[in-house]
């Protein structure tokens, strides 16, 4: 559905979120949309696959299956853009061709590993695609998935929202910008990983009715997460010059890479209550409260102080991040109260949880 709205809609979606670009801009991003618009459903058929192999317990599959969607997409982009021997390649059209693609044989690879029972845990054979659907399994899917799906939405939109107001300030800011959110996306790996894995590991331990080990063991995921991602922040802020030549050679570009990046190192330390902490309630089917938060926060100080510190007042890109960081503040200060009184585990029987407080259940 989305892909089609996507499909026929493209042309304004690209007015809105590029209104300043050229026609010649415009019309190479509409191209890419649409072709990339068409690998959607296998997106979601490698994204759903690999969860539900990371919630059996198997982390490595999915691993290689995305890294060689990865490795796929570069090999076969840099053939369709450069071309090979005597042809020419395809140009911009062969960046989304590639992806596409690569996408496509890796939802046939999730497919094919989910038939043969790769995984002892969990084999879904291929005819059982085409069995009656289950209503209850469907309504209690719909009960997790909806409220992240519109956390997602609202997010990913209000995210949208901010970085227009970015594209308003000139070249250099908008690159730098870019640049930075890229590093500061190679800083939070870590981090990332550990959101998933502190999913898996509450819905596991609470699936075996261990509710103090998960308890336990996402404060454990938490302050890991935290200590980790602050060493590597503060570490790597020194070097911000350094990595931003491997991006650029403009120095009013790399100026504001540079800023960016420093200000990232010093809010790091309430990053993962505001993202490692919600992966782990939502292993508790905990996902409507994330939702909330998100709204407040997205909408409510990321838009709303971006918008003030960065237009109104003058600010820049920096007002725009001040507001990204306040929109950290308030998700961690929420996210951690949720965890240190134990109402994420609302959905489980106290007596139940007390029980296994008193008699912990040893580790796997």
Known sequence: MLAAVIHYFGQQIIDVVAGEATP????LALTYLELTVLSYPAAAIALIGSGALRGAGNTKIPLLINGGMNILNIIISSILIYGIFSWQGLGFVGAGLGLTISRYIGAIAI??????????ALRIPFKSYFKPLNLAIIWEVMGIGIPASIESVLFNGGKLLTQMFVSGMGTSVIAGNFIAFSIAALINLPGNALGSASTIITGRRLGNGQIAQAEIQLRHVFWLSTIGLTAIAWLTAPFAGVMASFYTHDQDVKEVIVILIWLNAAFMPIWAASWVLPA?????????FAMWVSMLGMWGCRVVAGYTLGIVLGWGVVGVWLGMFFDWAVRAALFYWRMVTGRWLWKYPRPEREKCIKQPVASE
Not at 280 to 288: L, Q, T
């Open 111 to 120: 497919i094919w590993v989910l038939m043969i029972g790769f995984n002892p």
């Open 280 to 288: 782990g309630f939502k292993g508790a089917r905990d996902a409507r």
């Open 24 to 27: 010649d801009v415009k019309a």
